[in-house]
């Protein structure tokens, strides 16, 4: 098998593929480099953050849309017979805060 390239072609691919080595270690030296790395890792860190915000804004929107509708009709009215017994007990537990905090200072 013999080589019919010229002592100038060989040079010249031997420039060329230096060349090449030449940008892929320059390549391979930008990924490891600690600052890429970081970058990287922050990235994927943010994206994983604004994923798993979405999903919690959605379900805290769905379980808002759920109460509100225990409460409020389809056509925006209060739901009594649901919101009174609520507001006695929350009236009730505020009663029940008072008079215990007026038990500890007295």
């Not at 593929?17 to 990287?40: F, M, N, S, W, Y």
């Not at 379900?59 to 056509?75: C, G, N, S, W």
């Not at 507001?87 to 500890?104: I, N, T």
Request: charged share 30%.
């Amino acid at each position: 098998m013999s080589d019919a390239r010229t002592p100038a072609q060989i040079e010249a691919d031997i420039v060329r593929r230096r060349d090449q080595l030449a940008e892929t270690l320059d390549e391979i030296g930008v990924r490891v480099h600690p600052k890429t790395i970081i970058g990287d890792a922050r990235a994927k860190v943010v994206a994983t953050v604004d994923q798993t915000t979405g999903r919690a804004m959605d379900a805290v929107h769905r379980t808002v849309l759920d109460v509100r509708a225990k409460f409020v009709k389809e056509d925006g009215a209060p739901r009594l017979e649901r919101l009174l017994p609520v507001a006695a007990v929350v009236v009730g537990l505020a009663g029940l805060l008072a008079v215990s905090a007026r038990r500890r200072k007295g």
